[in-house]
Every structure is written in C-alpha cells, then in structure tokens.
C-alpha cells in the first residue's frame, strides 16, 4: 500500500503513485497522424508500461539484468525504461547519434541482455554488430517497418506492439508477477547505468540508484516550488543524457504533468507553437540559436522599423544585465523604463508569443551560457534559469531560481545537496544524488568518490555569497611552457559573445602562448563581406582574406580587455567546418574533445 505521506523511495513507486493520483491527466504526448499533438492519460501509460513489463518477463528478463534503450525521443522510449524500472531490470541508454563501434563498446561493457530501437536506421547498427554482442538476446524494434525488413526466422527480433500483446498472454497466465515485481525494487539498487561522455577515452558507466535520482527530483522541486502540476513540458534534449531523463521526464511524471516530444532537432521553434509549453528543459545552443533568429528577424524589416526593434533589443540586454546582477551594469533611468514596457508590448510579447506565449522560463544545463544571452532573454521576460551537475550526481547540484537569478553563475546548490571547494579550487559534492560507482571498475571509482563520500567533479569552481560559479576544468588547463595555467573555458565563452564567432577552441598546452582554432559564424561573415565589397570564391577563401583575418583579429582582441597577458590569444588558425559529433570531435552532449581537435588541427596554430 503507497502511504501519500511518505516521499517515494524509488522510482517504480513515484510512477506508480503518480499513475493512481493522475490517472486522468495528460501524460506522454506526441505529432500523431493527423498532424496534431495527441496525449495518453497517465492510466493509459500505466497499462502499456505493465504489459510491456509483461513482454520482457516472457522474454525472460530478471532482475538486475541490463537492457539497453538505442532510440530518440517518443513515448516507447519512456514506456520501455518505466516496464525496466518495475522490473528490477537495469536501463542503459544510448544516444541515438552514436555509430556502431562506441554502442558495441557500451553494449559489451553492460552485457546488455535486451537491445530497444526506435527504426530502422537504429537497428542497422545492432545488425551490424552480429556476432560481437552474444549478451543480446533480443532487440525490440518500436517501428513496425524496422521488424519488416528483416526474415521472419529471425527469433531475435520483435515490434514494440507484438512485445506488448507477449506481455498481455503473459499476464494472464501469471497474473500476480507484475504485482510482486516492481513493490520489490529497493532505494539502493541501481536503476540506471548511463555512460559518461568521454572526451579523453572510453566512456565509463555511471551507477545511478533509485535513491540518487528520486532524490535529485526531489531536490529540484524543492528548489524550484514554481514546477508544478498544471506545466506542460516540451522535451527535445536526448533522453540518454541524464539531464533530460531526471529534469524533463521523471520529474515532470513525479508531479503529474505533461510532457510532449518535439518530432526532432530541427521543429523544436514549430513544436513550441503547437504545444505552448510552460517549462523546457535546454542546454544553451538553443538558446543561442533563437537569439540568432531573433537578430535575424530585423534584416526583414524597413529601415526605420529595423532600428526600432535593434533598440529594443539592446535595452532588453541592459535591463536583464542589470536584474540579473552582471557587474557594472548600470539601471534603467525613468525613461528608459517608459520605453521598456513600450517594447515589452510592441516587441517583447510577440516574440514571447513565438515560443508559445506560455513558457515561463528555460532551465539551462549541460554547458555553460553566455551572460549576455541569458540577459537579452531575461530583458523580454523569459527567464533562463542556468545550473549545473554532472552524470555522477543525478545530474542537478545548482540551479537559479525563479526571480533570484545570478547570471554568470549556475545558482545556489539544492537542498539535500552538500558542495565544498577543495583547496585546489575543484567542485566536490556529497549527498543522496552522487553515484554508486563506475560500473565494473572500482579503481575509478575510487579516484572518483573519497572515503568521506565526496565525489570529485574535475571542474573548478568558487561560491560567491551563496552561488556557485563555474572557473574551469582541472583536466582542461592549458599549462604554459612559462608554467602559467589558463583555464580555455571561460575565454572560449567569452570569444562566442561575437557574432562572428561560432566556435573556438584554445590550445597552448606547454607552448609558449594561447592560439586559437575559430569556426566564424559563416552567414554573418559573408554578409559582412558583401557589404564591404569582399568575394571570395568559396568558403575557405574567403577565411583566408587578409581583411577577415583583422575582422577576427579585432573581434578577438575586443574580448580580452579583462585578460591577463598570458591568457591572451597569440595567433588563430579559422576553419570552415564546424566541430562535430560525427568526426569524433565532440561527444553526444556537445563537449569538446580538445585533444582530439589538438591532434587533427594542432599544427595549424602550434610551433
């Protein structure tokens, strides 16, 4: 029997409570056939998640076993992990964007006995695989077209929809195994093993327990008392990564709400008008990306009302600098705030409308955000409340909260949560949120949790009255051949606050000075040389003219007044393709391989 008065303590019993208290309310919603959001209730859901639970008993899942999820964002991807968790069964997700070798190694390392694949193209890589996993005993495909493609002989392949109706045979001949299974689940069994990144090697396996993650839920909710039931939730970041899983799914399932899926990447601003969502989870591209729309939009406009909305802009950045307590940003005088609600009505409310006309704020994480564009959106009345965690902590240790926000830092901790800064300046945490260990490796494990419970983070940080702030990465110092530490992180955010400037990279690891690897932000750039009568024949040439080289030189030095001589960029190499995922240059969530990018592009910039 659930007590109400008592806070789940695992997450098959806060799916559970939630399925009971909210059976009626939306739950998982997706783009059906007709072209509209259509949502399951929070009953529907328990029924697909029990008979799905069902199919993998008659599978012949047991507790503890590994089962991986291969898939984007739907609500089988959410349904298979929930059946997972009732079972005692251990979820290992895998970004959808992943090429085969690095899911073989995530595979192999789990012994994942269950593969989920959303398509075709997700199941191409299990295929490509045959005879390197022999852990897998089956792969559940959740298009039916996947499952079409392949003989019919082939035992170890099913569709989601035949997984479910195996799950409903099941039942009925055992109709006491679901009841039994999920009350069974334990507050420190491990829920979830999710592989960190990896910028430096093979990626370790994180053991999440269900106490770290209803914990962490918890602790956010606690934080933000604002999240409430009413929220509709858009999600679009992966929910491999454990940022979307905690803050965009288990949570907003905690409360009751619901939660639709963007179709992809590329719909998120359409999405946004269709589902006017109240919270969205979000790492800062996009954020960066809609201010770039936003921009944008003048170029559109006649001259006199281009102006106009330049100006709106630019006092909204200096209203939200100024709320959002950036140094040095001077208030608003009597009428500049007359103008402000002008815009606000003429400017601000329609482009809040764009996203839907409901959000009430953006919660920011997976990397860091330029101050500049959390206070243009904070100047609009769009809050981006910034935090920060990591894999091993569930993920959330800080977040900024609703009307108290700090820009440049990523908030005060959450309660539950304890942070203290070694004396080398490194972020350690401890608490409920913090891992078990690294699966399968105690020896990191060890280097990573002291005998005191504190994990090390790797990332250097301070509090200043109660906010902690971000200052690097121990692992990313540039080490000068002069023996001067630069931390590259907080000068790269600081260079992307040009408009010329999509990525950058700093090297200068036991060199004499900091260089650059820059990727321009190509439109602007060839925009700025049509108007100042500069052609080029193709992309590289045009990075190659002497007039660009001192445009990104200018832009470059008009960012480093407040650098120290040695932190400051000595020479630039531009490239005219972005950094990828896909050349190995970036991990799933968008980290930098700074090695990998040193080795490929080093002596373009390094003596």
Known sequence: MLDPNQPPATLSEMAQR???????????????????????????????????????????????????????????????????????????PLFSTLPPPQVQYILQD??????????????????????????????VTMDEEAVLAVPTSDAKVLAFRELEKRGEIHL?????????????????????????SGTTGNPKGAMLTHRNIVSDV???????????????????????????????????????????????????????AEVRPNVMFCVPRLNE??????????????????????????????????????????????????????????????????????????VSGGAPMSPDVGALFLGMGIEILEGYGLTETSPVISVNRPGKIRLGTVGPVLEGVEVKIAADGEICVRGNTVMKGYWNKPDETREAIDAEGWFHSGDLGSLDDGYLRITGRKKD???????????PAPIELKMTSSPFIQQIVLLGDKQKAVSAL??????????????????????????????????????????????????????????????????????????????????????????
């Open 110 to 139: 789990s012994g994942a006995k269950i593969v989920f694949v959303s398509d075709q193209k997700q199941k191409q890589k299990i295929d490509a695989l045959a005879g390197q996993i022999p852990d897998v005993s089956a792969v």
């Open 518 to 607: 820059i990727v321009p932000h190509l439109e602007r750039l060839k925009e700025w040389a049509k108007e100042n009568q500069i052609g080029a024949e193709n992309d590289a040439a045009l990075l190659k003219q002497s007039a660009v080289q001192q445009l990104m030189r200018k832009e470059i030095d008009a960012q480093s007044s407040a650098l120290a001589d040695f932190e400051k960029i000595r020479k630039v190499a531009l490239l005219s393709e972005p950094f990828s995922v896909e050349k190995g240059e970036m991990t799933p969530t968008l980290k930098i391989k700074r090695n990998i990018i040193a080795e490929k592009y080093g002596h373009l910039v390094l003596e």
């Open 289 to 362: 990306a809609m201010r770039e729309k936003i921009i944008g939009q003048a170029k559109s406009l006649p001259e006199g009302k281009r102006e106009k909305f330049q100006e709106a802009l630019e006092l909204a950045k200096k209203a939200g600098a100024h709320q959002g307590g950036l140094p040095d940003a001077p208030g608003l005088g009597l009428g500049e705030k007359l103008k402000h609600k002008v815009f606000d009505a003429m400017v601000y409310s329609k482009i809040r409308e764009k996203f839907g006309g409901q959000l009430w704020a953006f």
């Open 218 to 272: 918890d602790a956010v909710l606690a934080s933000i008392k604002e999240l409430k039931q009413g929220d509709t939730f858009l999600s679009f970041l992966p929910l491999a990564h454990v940022y979307e899983r905690t803050a965009g799914y288990y949570l907003p399932l905690r409360i009751g709400a619901p939660i639709a899926y963007c179709e992809s990447l590329f719909t998120v601003d359409k999405n946004m």
């Open 172 to 196: 009925a001949q055992h109709p006491d195994d679901y009841e039994t299974s999920w009350p069974a689940a334990q507050a420190g069994d491990v829920a979830t093993i999710i592989y960190t």
């Open 477 to 487: 110092l540039l080490v000068l051949a002069n023996g001067k530490k630069v931390a």
């Open 18 to 92: 939630s399925f009971v208290r909210f059976a009626n309310e939306r739950c998982l919603g997706a783009k059906g056939t007709a072209g509209n959001y259509e949502f399951a209730t929070y009953a529907q859901i328990a029924e697909r998640v029990r008979v799905v639970a069902g199919g993998l008993l008659a599978l012949g899942l047991t507790r503890g076993d590994r089962v991986a999820i291969l898939a984007e964002n739907r609500p089988e991807w959410a349904i298979a992990d929930l059946a997972c968790q009732m079972l005692g069964a251990i979820v290992v």
